[in-house]
Antibody, heavy 120, light 107 residues
């Protein structure tokens, strides 16, 4: 089955670090750009970051630039989001998503998300 | 950054109604505009990509139109399973942005 499964979320304190993981199955992750999108409780979707197939290009939203790092390990079929200096406003469900970059640029496959709560 | 503005923010409609949601970009994004549907507790689902292309498996009652700065998602005959929140998203620049969402509720 083609799917993405996120893990690594939890409750952390402001200023802490956390690493999210996304496991891909049913497709060749190395053939796709990948990305992260988040959604604060009761709010809309916010794009976080994208990464190219070989990791050579990475793009970030201004709200996370300098604090979050997107990375991947194609051999492990995994995508990661390293988050540091976490703030209360980073509290959200974090979704991993596959990017289609041929017929336009868009997310065609999403995971179910993992909840990150930043609170003291 | 490109700002995406959806209207309305919410609407009430009945089964069988024709519904239109608009999305305006703060600058020309050509046709790099996508639409997603999200139901409570679920991940978003791609409906329309590149402004007007229907994603495989999505019912034909969904359609997208527009270019440059003004785009529309139309549901030709609203079905019970279509009550959800809809988001537009631009991918013209390397940093992407979503609209704020439009919640479609039952009248």
């Amino acid at each position: 089955e083609v799917q993405l499964v996120e893990s690594g979320g939890g409750l952390v304190q402001p200023g802490d670090s956390l690493r999210l993981s996304c496991a891909a199955s049913g497709f060749t992750i190395s053939s796709y750009w990948m990305g992260w999108v988040r959604q604060a409780p009761g709010k809309g979707l916010e794009w976080v970051a994208n990464i190219k197939q070989d990791g050579s290009e990475k793009y970030y939203a201004d709200s996370v630039k300098g604090r979050f790092t997107i990375s991947r390990d194609n051999a492990k079929k995994s995508l990661y989001l390293q988050m540091s200096s976490l703030r209360a406003e980073d509290t959200a469900v974090y979704y991993c998503a596959r990017v289609i970059a041929t017929t336009g640029w868009y997310f065609d496959l999403w995971g179910r998300g993992t909840l990150v709560t930043v609170s003291s | 950054d490109i700002q995406m503005t959806q209207s309305p923010s919410s609407l009430s409609a009945s089964v069988g109604d024709r519904v239109a949601i608009t999305c305006r970009a703060s600058q020309n994004i050509i046709s790099y505009l996508n639409w997603y549907q999200q139901k409570p507790g679920e991940a978003p689902k791609l409906l329309i990509y590149s402004a007007s292309s229907l994603q495989s498996g999505v019912p034909s009652r969904f359609s997208g139109s527009g270019s440059r700065t003004d785009f529309t998602l139309t549901i030709s005959s609203l079905q019970p399973e279509d009550f959800a929140t809809y988001y537009c998203q631009q991918s013209y620049t390397s940093t992407w942005t979503f609209g704020q969402g439009t919640k479609v509720e039952i009248k």
